[in-house]
């Protein structure tokens, strides 16, 4: 996944849900752009570190550049707007179609020819919500739910599920 023009301080809290949903909705990793920010990694990285992977986080300053070379990789990119084809109708063809995919979220302000680069620009509801939940509604209906039974590698603490309370397990 591609999170888009992040901001320290303003974006913080919201890049990290969006690092956070893709981790747990089945992506591998994240590239973010925009402004470099050593304290949203950390915090990521730290709950990778606790609750398991696999998942890598990096920093690219150019998103063409970042585009170029996954699409070089033999990747394909599908771009989340609430102005693109609707998932329902496309998201057969995206799965039928083997390539490994970079998933793009924007952020205040998402630059025209992305429109253009993409392989899928894809609505979930043609309706403005946020990164974080067209990400997670993406993945959800892209691994038609399987991702909710994922079991992370490496997790220092596993949730025992309760119906009520909470139980934490350490691991490791
Ligand atoms: C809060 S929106 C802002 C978008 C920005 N105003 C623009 O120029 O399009 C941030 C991101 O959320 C995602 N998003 C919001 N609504 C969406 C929808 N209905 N379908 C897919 N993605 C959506 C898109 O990736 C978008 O770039």
Known sequence: MLRLGHRPH??????????LAARAFGARGALYTGVRDTSMERSVRGVVENWGGPFELRYVESWRRAIGDWRRWGGKVI????????VQGV??????????KLIVVGGAKVP??????ADWNVAVTNQPHSEVSALAVFLHILFKGRELELEFED???????QE????VERLA
């Open 112 to 117: 025209g020819e992305l429109y253009g680069e």
């Open 164 to 167: 009520r309370g909470k139980r």
């Open 10 to 19: 303003r974006d913080q809290r919201i890049t990290t849900h969006v690092m």
């Open 79 to 86: 771009h989340l707007t609430m102005y693109g084809l609707p």
């Open 91 to 100: 998201i057969d063809e995206i799965r039928a179609d083997p390539s490994p």
């Open 155 to 161: 997790a220092k603490l596993r949730v025992i599920p």
